[in-house]
């Protein structure tokens, strides 16, 4: 016997030789570029002792991509999938095989970011474009935003629109008491610490008497109900407040819009059109507002612009709304939001297109009539005349009963109280369901042949649908699954994703979105569970959430995680009411400060004012650091009503701050919390813990650091983890139970249906490939930092000149000695195939690097190659030898439409312009349009598909 075994040998590569980009090899070049001997060398260096963590992360050894989706089968069969016609917002609904394997299952379309680079995202931006024309369309009103992340938020961002827009001044925001239980919840949650009083009110009645600034109708009600709202309407308006209708988009289009009976503001979910239940989420909240509301709306929303050439092209509208630019003054902190999913929504209608969509609804309507009929045949009693897919039924003291017999036929009831059952009807209900349900109420299974014929629809004629929707021709155009697959295509190819070069964006953290990370999300067992099943019929999923829950813990040096915020920013907003909460819960109510450096990303400071806190900003060094100084004269100046500091760590300038620990203990001394913004967990994981070097609470980004793609700019998930002081202060859920604090979004584990990537993520790399993967990324961005250096200033570095992970690269001194400017060299940038970093965050006019430790050596040679040859371009501005107004630079991106043109009219030349160096010829990427005009969009503001004679020449 040898101790050498030739099967260990001979078995599969670790999963984080796939994850991590460069061999050994290529890692000792780079370490000889840096100027260590080893990782380890180099990592003892660029990373504080005060902070370091001495023991290996207690993590399950690596599982191979096999052995994971092995344990990932065995998770997925320990919940059971039964027919859910539980209702409540989520509904079964048929994802269109083009459209899962096109799309949701198609990197070129999940493993983009945000289209903030509007040039290279033309494809996302059109498919969102389709989205918001739906939304518009369906509720009647004039201007949609390009997704929120749930119907629960976006009802609760339509009650601050309303307080922000209307004229009332009363702080009173009544609700509909047949609102969704999980909306009341959040909004809830959301208005206590903004002062906004929540009055419940059956509206049957009308509005209450009293001064209010807005008031939310859901349409059709939780309980099924249809009410025509317009009275409510009237009284509202007639008293200054603003009206929001939490409507279904299917109901929509068999009743009136929202907009024409009266709603300022529509909020709800499109999650039925095409996107899988996922026990939860991801599904993509939509909110829409009337002409004059638009400037309020928070997130995102895009707009038709032109290009250099005069062309229609996409872009995002009105981005000075937005927390990055406006800060605690932003009219929400909302950042990710739900792309992926508002583009599959957007692609389902598409699809089926406006006589689809309808014909869909009709056969919901009917299963749900018919439904009604049998169960009054059988002298069951149907609260409700007016109704479109749910059916309340009266059982008195009967209701648990028929929901357990419904469960042994395999269908989930929704029991209301002991006296009442709800009946959800969706797009996969059939007879046979029917049957089943009527069994389930004692009814025999099989009802009079001619129940169909005989039932009259249960839609109440004043609200029959008269307006129209989806008129334009794109709703028509892709009928046959030829012409759909083509035009995800088309679309797809017009964007930069991760599938074609890297994308270094800045505190994004693009990595790799690893087929066998993705491959569980859309397995029927993960997909096709209700948020609100059983808990005995989602123990896989539990166990999952156990498992991740345990090990970001682990990971965060945390006693408690949450995993229910659905993005960062979600999950900053969880983190300071912890802190609210647990300040109160000791008598300290008035401790309402929260301490924020200068260079914080947007979302921190709009999520203090969300949590009822005043923001008071530290002033930075001039190394980038916080300045200590200035820390304690705010300390001294708020001691008695500090309630927190939340500090990004490493900070937004991509540095190890030396002081972090020294911070957390002042801070702690007057009797504040310490959050430290999670986003940065990429330069941390295996080497340092948030929890144990001195913060009390993190939100981390699963969409960064764990690998969930960014979907084009979401979805996310952002669990906030915190110390054992504030776990009894996490977010609760009105059907999953929980403490003080009640939920951040409507699903009680929110988008769970994509935690096995992170699941996976971990089970694969274990301690060792996690802490490896760190010091990649450490090793990438210094790597880059040093060949960089020579041709561009890189602002700001910590010991011995050393970045973290990322690094930031100053154009500032040459723009000012050119007139190039970050703009041009990211739109070139787009010549030579690159997704532009980071542009002038965390400071203006720079550019920040994250190359992240997925990308192998060669792309980032490639990379750093183009930026070199793009500062020897800057180099002939400067000389002259470039014209100082036309050039390739300010001419970028150039499309094959500008140079195959036998008028070319440019000093440069078109080789030049598209082939600046060899390897572009190789793989060219093509831009669809040429260098858009921001400024023109939102002069001339269209939100909606614009007609097709706008691309005639
Ligand atoms: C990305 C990011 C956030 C916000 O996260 P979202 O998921 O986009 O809401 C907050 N802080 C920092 C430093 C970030 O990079």
């Known amino acids: 016997m040898t101790d050498r075994s030739p099967l260990r040998d001979l078995s599969a590569p670790p999963f984080a030789t796939r994850h991590i980009g460069p061999a050994d090899a290529d890692q000792a070049r780079m370490l000889q570029v840096v100027g260590y001997a080893s990782v380890d060398d180099l990592v003892a260096v660029a990373v504080p002792e005060a902070i370091r963590a001495t023991d290996p992360l207690d993590l399950p050894a690596a599982a191979s991509e096999t052995e994971a989706l092995a344990e990932l089968r065995a998770l997925a069969a320990g919940n059971r999938v039964l027919t859910s016609m539980i209702g409540l917002g989520y509904h079964d609904t048929v994802t269109p095989a083009v459209i899962r394997r096109n799309l949701l299952e198609n990197p070129g379309w999940y493993t983009a970011y945000t289209p903030y680079q509007p040039e290279i995202s ?22 949609a935003g390009a997704s929120l992340l749930d119907e629960a938020t976006a009802a609760a961002e339509g009650m601050t629109l309303a307080r922000r827009a209307g004229r009332a001044k009363s702080p009173v925001f009544v609700v509909d008491a047949d609102a969704l239980p999980q909306t009341r919840a959040v909004l809830a949650t959301r208005a206590e610490p903004l002062g906004i009083e929540l009055v419940e009110a059956d509206l049957t009645a009308g509005l209450p008497d009293g001064e209010l600034f807005g008031v939310l109708v859901q349409y059709p009600g939780a309980s099924g ?31 009136e819009a929202p907009g024409t009976l009266g709603a300022d503001i529509a909020a709800g979910s499109s999650q039925r059109f095409g996107v899988p239940l996922g026990f939860g989420g991801p599904h993509a909240g939509y909110l ?60 389902y209608a598409v699809y089926h297109g406006p006589d689809g969509l ?19 045949e059988g002298g069951v009693e149907v609260v409700h005349d007016d109704f479109f897919d749910t059916v309340l039924a009266r059982v008195p003291g009967r209701a648990e009963g028929v929901v357990a017999a419904a469960r042994e036929r395999g269908i989930n009831l929704r029991p209301a109280g002991p006296d009442h059952v709800g009946v959800t009807c969706d797009e996969t209900t059939t007879t046979g369901h029917l049957a089943a349900v009527w069994a389930a109420f004692g009814l025999p299974g099989v009802l009079p042949e001619d129940l169909d014929t005989s039932t009259a629809d249960a839609l109440p004629e004043a609200l029959l649908r008269r307006t129209d929707f989806l008129t334009h021709p794109v709703f028509q ?30 505190s994004c953290t693009m990595k790799l979105n690893a087929t066998t990370e993705m491959e569980p999300i859309t397995w029927p067992e993960f997909a096709g569970l209700h948020p609100f099943a059983p808990a005995d019929q989602a123990e896989g999923y539990l166990r999952l959430i156990d498992d991740l829950s ?19 920013s979600q999950g900053e907003f969880a983190g ?39 923001v008071v900003v530290i002033a930075c060094d001039d190394r980038g650091n916080v300045d200590l100084a200035d820390l304690d004269v705010k300390i001294e100046r708020h001691r008695d009503r500090l309630a927190a500091i939340m500090v990004t760590y490493p900070s937004t300038h991509g540095v190890y701050e030396e002081t972090i620990t020294e911070i957390c203990e002042r801070v702690h001394r007057a009797g504040g919390q310490v959050y430290v913004d999670g986003a940065n967990l990429n330069a941390l994981v295996g080497l340092a813990r948030p929890g144990a070097f001195g913060a009390d609470v993190s939100h981390l980004n699963l969409h960064k650091t764990f690998c969930i793609p960014h979907g084009g700019g979401g979805p996310g998930v952002g669990p906030v983890a915190v110390r054992a002081h504030l776990a009894g202060f996490l977010p609760g859920h009105p059907l999953a139970g929980g403490g003080p604090v009640g939920p951040v979004a409507a699903a009680p584990y929110g988008s769970a249906g994509i935690l096995p990537i992170s699941w996976a993520y971990v089970r694969m790399m274990g ?39 990322e690094c930031i690269v100053d154009l500032r001194p040459i723009t000012k000695e050119t007139g190039v400017t970050v703009d041009d060299v990211a739109k070139r940038l787009i010549d030579y195939g690159f997704h532009a970093p980071t542009m002038s965050f965390p400071v203006a006019g720079t550019l920040m690097i994250e190359p992240t430790e997925s990308e192998d050596l060669a792309e980032l040679d490639r990379f750093c190659d183009a930026m070199i040859a793009i500062r020897e371009e800057i180099a002939k501005v400067a000389s002259g030898e470039y014209d100082r107004a036309d050039n390739p630079l300010r001419g970028a991106p150039h499309t094959a439409d500008c140079l195959v043109t036998d008028d070319w009219k440019h000093p440069y030349g078109r080789a030049e312009a598209a082939y600046p160096v060899p390897a572009v010829r190789e793989a060219k990427y093509w831009p669809p349009v040429r260098r858009i005009d921001q400024a023109y969009g939102d002069r001339n503001l269209v939100c909606s598909c614009p007609p097709l004679e706008a691309y005639e020449d």
């Open 550 to 568: 345990r090990w970001l813990a682990e990971v965060t040096g945390y006693d408690a995680v949450s995993l229910q915020p659905n993005a960062g």
């Open 576 to 614: 300071l009411l912890a802190i609210r909460a647990y300040h109160r819960s000791r008598g300290e109510h008035e401790r309402d400060v929260c301490l924020i450096p200068s260079s914080a990303h947007g979302t921190n400071a709009a999520s203090a004012v969300m949590a009822g806190m005043r």
């Open 767 to 805: 301690a060792d490939g996690l802490r490896a993967a760190t010091e990649q990324a450490i090793l990438s961005a210094n790597y880059l930092a040093r060949r960089l250096a020579p041709h561009y200033p890189v602002l700001y570095t910590g010991r011995e000149g050393l970045v973290a992970h």
């Open 477 to 506: 155009a892709h009928r046959s699954e030829t012409a759909m697959l083509r035009y995800l295509r088309r679309l797809q190819d017009k964007d930069i994703a991760l599938d074609r070069s890297m994308i270094p964006l800045g």
């Open 225 to 255: 109900r249809v009410a025509d709202f317009r009275a409510v309407a009237d009284q509202a308006h007639a008293r200054g407040a603003l009206v929001v209708a939490a409507a279904d988009l299917l109901a929509l289009t068999l009743l």
């Open 122 to 143: 033309q494809g996302r931006l059109e498919a969102l474009l389709n989205f918001q024309t739906v939304v518009a369309d369906l509720t009647g009103l004039e201007v």
């Open 288 to 347: 829409a507002v009337r002409e004059g509301l638009q400037r309020q709306l928070p997130g995102r929303l895009v707009g038709v612009s032109q290009d250099a050439a005069g062309r229609p092209a996409y872009r995002l509208a009105l981005q000075t709304r937005e927390q990055h630019i406006r800060r605690e003054k932003a009219t929400s902190n909302i950042c990710t939001a739900q792309v992926l999913l508002a583009v599959i929504a957007g692609m």
């Open 358 to 376: 309808r014909r869909i609804a009709q056969r919901v309507h009917r299963h749900a009539a018919v439904l009604a009929a049998g169960l009054r």
